[in-house]
Each structure stands twice: as structure tokens, then as C-alpha cells.
């Protein structure tokens, strides 16, 4: 019976935004600072204290409204919404309801049926919540301010995505925009994006959406498909049952697999909106668009049609380089450098990509420079180090960005050119390995390998093996 | 020790040629203070300890010749909304009975910078919402003139030391007639400048669209010296204007030969008190004997003022008001069990019922389904009114009018009926809805011996049309 | 009284605005309440059509400030003045509910 039915799903995504400054103080919101370091008056809701917009975050907001195809609300306000609860010290968040910065825009995705756009309701500026922390032991919470007042943006989409592939593939796009933008590093597992779905089903060919449910808590995109596909089933086995599913708002248990509703006779969900006095509202003049337009970076399919021209590297590569900016950057700066695309987009594509698949970082994470991959590859190039020489010293230079020249001088890394040390320990693997040489003399072709291995390890693989190869095959 | 028979800018002045210390002026104050207070209660806190402390760094500096302003020396009384670093603030609210920032509101900073000594903090309406300084957790205040009769309110703490010589001038804030309605009633000098002239950083927000700090002085120079001291643009307060016609003092003059002022009919109906209206009417007069051209007309909708304020002011104040929960600072009910116990606990313990009124119905006028039939009526109606004060200074300089229907009332005759006591804002509130500035001086008494006010208007950034009438009439009236 | 304010609609006002009235508090709000809307309801006496509602009084606009840091540790002013506080954070009844 499931197969009748269709999941309507759209997203609310907050995003932190990568100021110095909190949005309405002076104060710094750099991660780590002990707990209400990073505090004020202002953000601390003392009373008698007064916001004052912090200009960037109007920018930022108004540059992820045009890379997403939004019109900008020429005159902007913002309003207070107000609700109690212990991480908000004013009780009252400034946000954005009656005239948010940017509307109507939208995003394209690959889904299964090809190029698909999805809706963006509208973007809106607003203030971070501090973090509460539950302390077992005495059985109460603890509040810390530092990230209260944090810029955020929360991006509404339509209801218009179907499957948790689409939502995945909606955030990666977002994701990537804005940290080509610069406006977010979006790390869901740091909270500096997050997303909330709005999700309901009905059943297949219906014109009516059904009603639909709120799953918060969403830290990992593996959390968002298992809370999509649970919610769904969810929502089904109640339709199934002849029950009606309520309008609510649910968290979801990544560990246990299950949402809870977050219900509450003391949450009456009125959150009294008006314009906030204490702000002056915003006009944004066709300079000052002008400005943040003309700021706009080259995008992702602006780059990829330059890189076939220029590079000539194939779509995979590029499909792969370009998928975040900084991966762009260095790739381009270490072209710059070594004149050899081809071999950068490899190391890249191949190493680089490994290793960040390994440690769950991200590609905005890698540290290493150009200067430094140019010079592993120039070291490569020149014969001076073979290949797993040169993997190794990568994966140094990968975590903590060393000098390759230097690394490989430092530790002897460097590949013998004298012949007649070669010569010596062939001769020896060869009186020691009669085996094997016997095999090779009998036509045994593939028992050079193993002797070929045994001369690398004898060699502490400062060798070049292609050398090896030929002198053995000379004295054998 | 005898009182010293200064205004503020006098005894800036004697400080300054040597025949009054700073200190000396700060003991005379506390002696006067120790001498009244007991009847009139005008302070919250008087400190006396860190006043003479002051006194005497500040003279330091005015001997150095490091200050050489008009109000370097000069005791002064800062309402108790007004935040002031390592000194309690209560708003005079058991809420925050216990509260002291650890900041200086930016205009209380501006009168230090200017040599001001602060002796301490004046009572108040809790959270300044009432009319009469009656809805103080810390009781009542009295008003000089009469202690069975209410100083007025909310600055009613201000406006009485004022006028009983408990400070040589005061600060004070209007949101609705707050500075201007007490003044009156005190026989005193109150003005509330153009929204955005007085920075509100570090005054304990009301509501935010219409609050703004003003003085309280024993004359029209005095007013001008205070507001010339605490005006200006602050980056901290985004409403602030950017100004440069701050020198108030250069309006002190009483040339009003061609000043054309109108005189709202609707000022003078039913409603106002028959000596109340000759006082007003007399002081019209007297300036139009210098010069100035006086003319009837018709004001319009001054009666949809009050519903339109109350209806803004307990909205923003519901939002402003939902700060103080128990959490970081002030006031925490002792039992209770688990959150919302604890701020309802909280809360309900901590403000008063005049407080407790306007937040139920700015709750109310804001929640879902009532949002535009209430609060944005409310806005509308405002952008009216701001219309009508446009059309009427298309034709006129200033506006005169009386300030308060009556004179002070007695001690609890209003917080029985609230839209009563609402309604003696009726000419005052306006100016806040449109932002203007306006002040309040003293045309006369009534029978009783009680003060009564003479308003004079000016369209936004005209303080000094204001200013300059109001001297102009300062020294030419005489009371009988 | 035109406006009758219900026993519920005081409760649910409660709830938004954290108060806790005793039921003589209640009454005494039902009736304020009551009267303070048909005061207001004067307003509809006004026709208001096409009249934009004015939240802020004059046109200054655009006020901003620059992506600076400029606060230290606020750490002990925080804190100062908390009625419960472990270490550097404040102490409230537990939020999360089981």
C-alpha cells in the first residue's frame, strides 16, 4: 500500500554566518571562548541595552538572496518574536517575519528526473539562542551566552522536494553556494548549519498536502534521511490506521531512531510578532545592491565551463574540483604554480579526497598551500621521490602542512641515483631470494614483483622502482 | 545648613568663580534632603558617601580647569530607570529591588563627562507606568506643594526633589507625559525632546517608540543647559539622530515677534479644569503682548490619542517587560517547581498590578487573531495623528495648550479607575506618538496653591522654538 | 462591556505573558481588560483604509555598525548579578523534559 503515497517535504535551514561579530554587539563569535566570555549587555539581554545591526550580516544575506536567485526586499524591517525560554535572555528573538530581505527564490538540483528547481519561500535575518547545557548531577541547566546573538539566517524553501535525496542533494547545493559565498563554513555537525523538515505525506496524485509535522534536532545528513524516512512511515501507519497526524513539533532521536513530540502546555506557540522599535528599518539603494552584486564570486558553473576552456580537464575532474571553492582555489593555485593541471586535479581528486573521506572532514578543512603541493609534485616529477615516497610525504603535509623539500631532505627520503649501491643490494636479494630467481629463469614473468619488493624494502624505498626493474631484469 | 537659593546654571556658575565648592553644594543637597525626605520621599537611593566623593574629584578638575561647563559641580537626581554603573536601579520595581548595572546610560555618562555629581536615584511609577508615582513598590512620593496631593508621574520623584530643593535638577523620562505631567504638578520646568535627540542607551526600556529622556530644572535655562549637556548622536542607540542644532543654550532669547502659534481647540474642552484653562489661556497672553501671533484651531482626533498609546505602549512594554525572568539578574521567587513555575512565580511576585495590567493586555493586543484588529489599528491611527501635527505646523511654529486637565490630584484618588487616570494624559500623549518635543512651564497655581503647567509644542528638531518661547514667557510672567 | 474576556483567554494570556494570577487577580483582570478594549475599540471609528501602519516615526534608516570586535571578556558583569550561578553559567530549573 505505501507505494500510494507521496512525501511532501520542504526545509527550514539556519545558517551561522561567518562575521567577526555578533549581529547586534561588538562581541566576538569565535568557537571555544570559556562559557560567557563572548558576552555583553546587548546580548545578554541586560535591561536598558540597545541592538545595533551589524552591516555585514545585512551583506552576507543579501549575497545568498542573489546567489539564490531571490528578489531582495528593497525595504527590510525586522521584528521581535517573543517566547520564553531560558537561551534566549531577552525572551524575545529579533528575526524577521513581515518583511524578510529576500523572497522568491530558488535553487537547482540533479534529481532522478534531471535538472529540478526548488522554491525558495524566503530568507531572513536573525539572532542565535546561547546553549544550554543539562547538568545530571544537580539536576538543573546551565545557560552560556557566547553564541547568543550569533548571525544567523533561517532559508524557508517551498514544500516542493519529495525524497531525502532531494533534500540531500537541496543542502549540498545551499551548502555550496554559500561557502563559495564565504558567508558560512555550514558545518551541520558544528551546528553553523542546520536544518529543520517540514514533512507530510499524501497520497499519490492528490492535489491537497496533508498536514504536516516539524523534526528538529537534525545534526548529520544521516540523521535527516533516517528522520525523513522514519517521519514517513510515521505519518503513514496513522493515515493506514484511520488516525489524523497532528500538527506539531517533533525531535528526533538519531541514536534511538524515533521522534518525540515537543509538546508543552506552557508553549502556546503565539509568538506575538511586531515590528522591533529599538531597529530602524533598511533601504537598500540600487548602489548598494550594485555593490554586493558586483562582490558575487565566480560560481560553481561559471568555473566548471572555464576549466574545460582552460585546463582542458575531463567532467569528472572537474566536477569533483569544483564542488567547493577552496578545493577550486588551491587547485587553480597550485596550476598557477607548477603549470601541470592535470597533475593537480589527480592529487586532488584521488589523495586529497581520500584522506577527507577518511577523517570526516570537509573540503573547506584541508590546510595545506599550492606552494606546497607544487613542490611535491615538482619532487615527483624530477624522479628525486617515488610514488608511495610521495603519498607518504602527502599525507604529512596534508594534516599538518610541512614543507615537502625540506620533510624529504630532513628524513632522507630521497630517491638513490647511485647505480652502484643499487647494484650491491640487487646482488644481494638476489643471492638471498634462489627461489625466486630460479622461477623468474623459468619464465615465471611475474617473480621480477616480488624481487622488485624485496629490493624497495631493502632500499627503505628510496629507490626508483622503475630502475629497480630494469637492473634486475639486466643481472638476472 | 541653609539652602542654597541657586538654579543649576547659577550654582554652575559660583562654583566656577570660587564662592561654592562642589562639595559644599552636595552637603547642602543631602541636608535639604535630610530635611524633607522623610515627608516627601523623592529618592530611591540617596548616595551620599559616593556623592561627596564626587563632589570632590570633581572639583579637582574644575580647579585644574580640566571643567568648565555650565553644570560642572552641580548636584543632580537621576530617575531610577536610568542605569548607573555600581549603583542600584529598581525602576521601582521589587523586580529589580536588588539590581545594580554595570553600566552608565549614555546620558547619565554625558552629564558626568560634564561635571554633574549625581546624589542619587528618584522614585518612580513602577517601570514608569502610572501617572501619579503611586505604583512605586517603595511608596508613594508627595508632592511639595501639597503632601496630601500626588507629585505626578512617572519621573514624580524628579520632578519633587526638583521643586523641593532636594537636587538643583533631575532627569527624568516621558513615554506618555512622564517628565512634562509631573513638572506641572510640581511647579517645575520638564521637557521631552524629539525622539532620537537623547540617546536611550542605559534607560530601562517602557516603550521603546516612545520613550525619551529629558530634564527637570527649576527654569527655562536651566532645561536648556541639561538638554544641551545629555543631547547628541550615540552608535550604541540606533534610533539616535544625528544632530547638530544642539546648542540649546543659544536659544535663550525673547524675540517671539512673529512666532506664530496655534492653540488646539480640543485642548480646552469638557474635560479641563476651569483654572487650569485661564492659566493656560493668560500665559497665551502674555506671549502674544511680545509679538507672538495666537490662533485658534482645530488639532483633530486628540481623543483617539489615549486608546492609541495605551494600545502601543503595553504592547512594547509586554515584549520589553519579558527580560526579567528570574534568570540573570534581579528578582527570583524562592519555591517553585521547574521552569515555567519559576517565571510565572517570579514574575507575578516581582511586578506590581498597574505593571502586570499593561503587560496581560500588550499580551493580548499582540496574540494570534488580535494582532491587526488591535496593534496595527493602533499604528495606523498613529501615522493620523503624526499627520494631523504635520498639517498643523505647516501653519504654525509652536502648539500651546495646558498640560494636564487638572492639577495634581490627591493621594489615591486615581488607581481606582485606571482609564480615569489615562485619560489626565490626554494632552501630553500625542506629542509621544508623533515624536515631537515639548515642555512644561509653570503658568500659575489654582486656588488650592497646587502648580499648573503650560505646554508648548514644536514640530521635530524645533526644540529651540520651544525653548526660546517658553524663556520668553518665563521672564515676563508674574504670578499672582 | 462590550468586550467579555472569557476565563480561558485570561488563562491563555497568562501563559504568554508569565503571570500567574490568583483568581480575585483574575476577575479583576477580566474586567480591566474588558473595559481597556472598548476604550480602544473607539478606534474603529477611524477609517483607516489605505493608511500605512507607522511603526517607526521618522525615516532615519540603515544605522548600522561595523563587523569589529570590540568587547573583552564580559564574563563577571554577566554574571554579576545572577540570582544562581555554577561557575560561569547561569542556573536554571531544568529545561529538558523526559
Redesign the interface.
Known amino acids: 500500500m505505501e507505494k500510494s503515497y507521496e512525501t511532501v517535504i520542504g526545509l527550514e535551514v539556519h545558517v551561522e554566518l561567518a562575521?567577526?561579530?555578533k549581529i547586534f554587539?561588538?562581541?566576538?563569535t569565535a568557537f571555544g571562548a570559556?562559557?560567557?566570555?563572548?558576552?555583553?549587555?546587548v546580548c545578554?539581554?541586560?535591561?536598558?541595552?540597545?541592538?545595533?545591526?551589524?552591516?555585514?550580516?545585512?551583506e552576507y544575506a543579501a549575497a545568498v538572496g542573489l546567489a539564490t536567485n531571490c528578489e531582495i526586499t528593497r525595504e527590510t524591517?525586522f521584528d521581535?518574536k517573543?517566547y520564553?525560554?531560558?537561551d534566549n535572555?531577552?525572551?524575545?528573538q529579533i528575526s524577521q517575519l513581515y518583511l524578510p530581505i529576500c523572497r522568491n527564490g530558488y535553487v537547482e538540483i540533479e534529481a532522478e528526473e534531471g535538472h529540478k528547481k526548488i522554491g525558495i519561500h524566503e530568507i531572513h535575518m536573525e539572532e542565535d539562542a546561547g546553549k544550554?547545557?543539562?547538568?545530571e548531577w544537580?539536576?538543573?541547566?546551565?545557560?552560556?551566552?557566547n553564541r547568543s546573538g550569533v548571525p544567523l539566517i533561517e532559508i524557508v524553501s517551498e514544500p516542493d522536494m519529495r525524497s531525502a535525496e532531494e533534500v540531500i542533494a537541496y543542502l549540498e547545493k545551499l551548502r555550496m553556494l554559500i561557502q563559495y559565498l564565504g558567508a558560512s563554513d555550514c558545518k551541520l555537525q558544528e551546528g553553523s548549519m542546520r536544518a529543520d523538515v517540514n514533512l507530510s505525506v499524501r497520497e499519490a496524485g492528490s492535489g491537497k498536502l496533508g498536514t504536516r509535522t516539524e523534526m528538529k534536532n537534525l545534526n548529520s545528513f544521516r540523521a535527516i534521511t533516517n528522520a525523513i524516512e522514519g517521519e514517513r512511515e510515521r505519518q503513514i501507519a496513522l493515515l493506514e490506521a484511520g488516525e489524523n497526524v497532528i500538527q506539531e513539533t517533533r525531535r528526533w532521536d538519531d541514536t534511538k531512531g524515533e521522534s518525540y513530540a515537543m509538546r508543552?502546555?506552557?508553549d502556546?506557540q503565539?509568538y506575538?510578532?511586531?515590528?522591533e522599535?529599538?531597529?530602524?528599518?533598511?533601504?537598500i539603494s540600487d548602489e548598494m545592491l550594485a555593490r554586493i552584486r558586483a562582490g558575487q564570486p565566480e560560481f560553481r558553473e561559471e568555473k566548471m565551463e572555464r576549466y574545460r576552456k582552460e585546463y582542458g580537464l575531463p567532467d569528472y575532474d572537474i566536477d569533483i574540483l569544483t564542488q567547493s571553492r577552496h578545493m577550486a582555489e588551491l587547485f587553480e593555485q597550485t596550476s598557477a604554480i607548477c603549470g601541470q593541471p592535470k597533475k593537480v586535479s589527480n592529487w586532488l581528486m584521488v589523495q586529497t579526497m581520500q584522506l577527507l573521506k577518511e577523517k570526516a572532514m570537509d573540503a573547506e578543512d584541508i590546510c595545506f598551500s599550492p606552494e606546497h603541493l607544487a613542490k611535491l609534485i615538482a619532487l615527483t616529477d624530477a624522479k628525486a621521490i617515488n610514488s608511495s615516497v610521495a603519498k607518504e610525504v602527502f599525507e604529512v603535509m596534508f594534516t599538518s602542512d610541512i614543507d615537502p623539500e625540506q620533510y624529504v631532505e630532513e628524513k632522507g627520503l630521497k630517491t638513490t641515483n647511485d647505480a652502484g649501491e643499487l647494484k650491491k643490494v640487487i646482488e644481494e636479494v638476489i643471492a638471498a631470494n634462489p627461489q625466486s630467481v630460479c622461477d623468474y629463469r623459468n619464465g615465471k614473468e611475474k617473480a621480477i614483483g616480488f624481487l622488485v619488493g624485496q629490493t624497495m624494502k631493502a632500499m627503505k624505498g628510496k629507490a626508483d622502482p622503475a630502475a629497480v626493474n630494469a637492473m634486475l631484469k639486466e643481472l638476472l | 545648613m541653609e539652602r542654597l537659593e541657586y538654579t543649576a546654571v547659577g550654582l554652575g556658575s559660583a562654583i566656577k568663580s570660587g564662592k561654592v565648592t562642589a562639595e559644599a553644594a552636595v552637603e547642602a543637597v543631602l541636608a535639604r534632603i535630610k530635611e524633607k525626605e522623610s515627608a516627601l520621599h523623592c529618592y530611591v537611593t540617596v548616595d551620599e558617601e559616593g556623592a561627596l566623593t564626587r563632589a570632590r574629584a570633581v572639583q579637582k578638575r574644575i580647579d585644574s580647569g580640566e571643567l568648565t561647563g555650565a553644570l560642572a559641580g552641580v548636584p543632580v537626581a537621576v530617575k531610577d530607570n536610568l542605569c548607573t554603573k555600581g549603583m542600584r536601579t529598581t525602576c521601582s520595581s521589587r523586580m529589580l529591588a536588588g539590581f545594580v548595572p554595570t553600566y552608565t546610560a549614555h546620558a547619565v555618562q554625558k552629564l558626568e563627562q560634564a561635571g554633574a555629581v549625581i546624589i542619587g536615584k528618584t522614585n518612580m511609577d513602577e517601570f514608569a507606568m502610572g501617572s501619579t508615582t503611586e505604583t512605586s513598590a517603595f511608596g508613594v512620593t508627595r508632592n511639595p506643594y501639597n503632601e496630601a496631593h500626588v507629585p505626578g508621574g512617572s519621573s514624580g520623584g524628579s520632578a519633587a526633589a526638583v521643586a523641593a530643593g532636594e537636587c538643583f535638577y533631575a532627569l527624568g523620562s516621558d513615554t506618555g507625559g512622564s517628565i512634562r505631567q509631573p513638572a506641572s504638578f510640581c511647579g517645575v520646568v520638564g521637557m521631552k525632546p524629539t525622539y532620537g535627540t537623547v540617546s536611550r542607551y542605559g534607560l530601562i526600556a517602557y516603550g521603546s517608540s516612545l520613550d525619551q529622556i529629558g530634564p527637570l530644572s527649576q527654569d527655562v535655562t536651566d532645561c536648556a543647559a541639561v538638554l544641551t549637556a545629555i543631547a547628541g548622536h550615540d552608535d550604541k542607540d540606533s534610533t539616535s539622530l544625528q544632530r547638530e542644532d544642539t546648542d540649546f543654550m543659544s536659544a535663550l532669547h525673547e524675540d517671539v515677534k512673529g512666532l506664530r502659534i496655534g492653540i488646539p481647540r480640543d485642548y480646552f474642552s469638557d474635560g479641563l479644569n476651569g483654572e487650569v484653562r485661564e492659566a493656560v489661556m493668560a500665559a497665551a497672553k502674555v506671549l502674544e503682548r511680545k509679538g507672538a501671533v495666537i490662533e485658534e484651531f482645530s488639532l483633530g482626533l486628540v481623543k483617539y490619542a489615549i486608546p492609541c498609546y495605551y494600545t502601543i505602549a503595553a504592547a512594547e512594554a509586554s515584549s520589553n517587560l519579558e527580560r526579567f525572568d528570574g534568570i540573570k539578574y534581579g528578582y527570583r521567587t524562592t519555591e517553585f517547581e521547574g521552569l515555567h513555575s519559576m517565571y510565572k512565580k517570579t514574575r507575578s511576585e516581582g511586578f506590581g498590578a498597574e505593571v502586570k495590567r499593561r503587560i496581560m493586555l500588550g499580551s493580548f493586543v499582540l496574540s494570534s487573531g488580535y494582532y491587526d484588529a488591535y496593534y496595527l489599528k493602533a499604528l495606523r491611527v498613529k501615522a493620523l495623528i503624526k499627520k494631523a501635527f504635520d498639517d498643523a505646523f505647516a501653519k504654525y511654529d509652536l502648539l500651546l495648550g495646558p498640560v494636564a486637565p487638572t492639577t495634581a490630584p490627591k493621594l489615591g484618588e486615581s488607581l481606582a479607575d485606571p482609564i480615569q487616570m489615562y485619560l489626565g494624559d490626554i494632552y501630553t500623549i500625542s506629542v509621544n506618538l508623533a515624536g515631537l518635543p515639548a515642555i512644561s512651564v509653570p503658568c500659575g497655581t489654582d486656588s488650592r496653591g497646587l502648580p499648573i503647567g503650560l505646554q508648548l509644542i514644536g514640530d521635530c528638531y524645533q526644540e529651540k522654538k520651544i525653548l526660546c518661547a517658553a524663556y520668553a514667557y518665563e521672564q515676563q510672567r508674574v504670578f499672582e | 462591556m462590550a468586550n467579555m474576556i472569557s476565563d480561558e483567554t485570561i488563562d491563555y494570556v497568562g501563559i504568554l505573558a508569565k503571570l500567574a494570577l490568583s483568581d480575585e487577580e483574575k476577575e479583576q483582570a477580566k474586567q480591566d481588560m474588558g473595559k481597556m478594549l472598548d476604550y480602544i475599540d473607539q478606534l474603529n471609528e477611524l477609517d483607516t483604509s489605505g493608511v500605512e501602519p507607522m511603526s517607526h516615526v521618522f525615516s532615519v534608516h540603515n544605522v548600522f555598525r561595523e563587523d569589529v570586535v570590540t568587547n573583552g571578556d564580559g564574563r563577571e558583569e554577566t554574571l554579576a548579578g545572577a540570582p544562581e550561578r555554577s561557575g560561569d553559567t547561569f542556573v536554571v530549573p531544568r529545561t529538558f523534559e523526559e
Request: glycine share 4%.
Open positions: 562575521t567577526k561579530t554587539c561588538g562581541c566576538s570559556e562559557p560567557n566570555a563572548h558576552t555583553c549587555p545578554t539581554g541586560m535591561p536598558g541595552s540597545l541592538p545595533v545591526l551589524n552591516r555585514q550580516v545585512l524591517k521581535r517573543n520564553f525560554y531560558p535572555p531577552q525572551n524575545y544550554l547545557i543539562h547538568d544537580q539536576d538543573c541547566t546551565l545557560v552560556d551566552y508543552s502546555k506552557e502556546a503565539d506575538r510578532y511586531f515590528p522599535p529599538d531597529l530602524t528599518p533598511i533601504v
